[in-house]
């Protein structure tokens, strides 16, 4: 078992607004957020993970959020500058910042870029402008379409979109309406996910009416997914579509059981050291307490070591997503073991029609295996 690539992860939580659909570790930035001090710890934070990084290679780096874009170009180049300063950072590095349309100008999008910022991630979720109210965005269909055409001429080639499907109140014909104006802007790389209603939000616990069934949110999925195939992008993973040469790099890593740093407010971390083992670990989620600490130097960052038993079902969680599936040879690497073709999960998936062997050491999801991905990687618990 050898170690895996490593990536670096940078957390930015504040937002304008809290998205009703939103689980991850965002905040209301309300009207004094203090961002001078968070990228102070953010920068003592860089320090202390340099250490961990033992000089290792960084391929790629994520600036995600919350809204990473709520932060000024000047900022974020001063958060990046010290991510080189301190880590080995590859000259080729992958560098994604999530973006919000609501956010942008054209002025910024050139300084994110000149501040070293190589890749885009705009949030689009959907070209209804009643719709876009419904998820609680600032933004609307014209937003998204001018932070497009100014990310093109701030001279950003590398540029995601995201776009949800199974929205409240969508039908087949708003959802390919959605799925049309987007394949207008023609943007290398498009992430297209299911709505799904996440404990601790506000859709959760307070459903929206009319979201679409188990049977017509997989109609929708795949009559778009025949659209994007027809307009030349190519399905690698359960979500993500690209041109060729416009895969994330960073997302990659992660479905290929990699290694991350973690920066940042409620950010996690795996690491394997040289000996294989491997840990996850995490930052205060609260900005303020993660602000806090980095002040005082009293960091608290619970780790955990990842069991050998473990192991297969973490790397199966992750590579059952790829639409390519994974190889003996990737699952040797990654967790040490030996012989998947020797594994009762694999046996009975196979059986089942779940997954297929492509060639021999290697296997995919079939495209019943994709539509019970959940089943599926269950499979795989200790």
């Known amino acids: 078992m050898r170690q895996p690539p490593l990536s670096l992860y940078l957390h930015f939580p504040w937002c304008v607004r809290k998205c009703p659909y939103c689980d991850f570790n965002s905040h209301k930035a309300g009207n004094d957020p203090p961002r001078d001090r968070y990228v102070s710890a953010l920068l003592s934070d860089l320090q202390r993970e340099a250490k961990r990084s033992d000089q290792r290679p960084v391929k790629t780096i994520f600036l995600g959020g919350g809204t990473p874009s709520f932060f000024s170009p000047d ?11 301190h880590l080995n950072v590859d000259t080729d590095c992958e560098i994604t910042m999530e973006a ?16 070293g910022v190589t890749r885009l991630s705009l949030g689009a979720q959907s070209f209804d402008a009643n719709m876009l109210l419904v998820l609680g965005r600032i933004h609307g269909p014209d937003d998204i379409r001018s932070a497009y055409d100014d990310a093109c001429a701030a001279g950003f080639s590398s540029i995601n979109i995201d776009l ?27 992430s297209y996910y299911q709505l799904t209603l996440e404990p601790n939000t506000t859709f959760y616990k307070r459903p929206p009416p009319g ?9 929708i999925q795949e009559r778009c997914h025949e659209r994007l195939a027809a307009a030349g992008y190519r399905k690698y993973e359960i979500s993500a579509f690209a041109r060729p040469g416009h895969r ?9 059981f990699g290694d991350y740093l973690a920066v940042g ?5 795996k690491l394997t050291d040289v000996d294989g083992v491997a840990w996850r670990y995490q930052k205060a989620a609260n900005p303020r307490t993660y602000i806090e600490q980095a002040e005082s130097g009293q960091w608290k960052e619970p780790a955990s070591r990842i069991g050998q038993d473990e192991f297969l079902f973490e790397f199966m969680l992750n590579a059952l997503r790829l639409s390519d599936g994974f190889s003996e040879q990737d699952l040797r690497d990654r967790t040490g073991i030996e012989a998947a073709a020797e594994l009762r999960p694999v046996a009975e998936a196979l059986a089942d029609g779940l997954i297929e062997q492509t060639e021999p050491g290697h296997w995919r999801p079939t495209a019943t295996g994709f539509r019970y991905l959940n089943d599926l990687q269950a499979r795989f618990l200790p």
């Open 164 to 190: 949800m499907f199974a929205l409240p109140g969508q039908d087949l014909a708003g959802a390919i309406s959605d799925m049309d104006n987007l394949l207008a802007l023609g943007p290398p790389h498009i």
């Open 100 to 115: 919000n349309p609501g956010t942008l100008d054209r002025g910024s999008l050139a300084a994110y870029r000149e501040a």
């Open 248 to 256: 994330c790099r960073h997302n990659l890593n992660y479905w290929t």
């Open 211 to 219: 979201i679409p069934d188990d049977d017509l949110a997989w109609t």
């Open 75 to 85: 900022e974020i180049a001063t958060v990046l500058l010290s991510a080189h300063e």
């Open 265 to 269: 407010a409620g950010a996690h971390g």
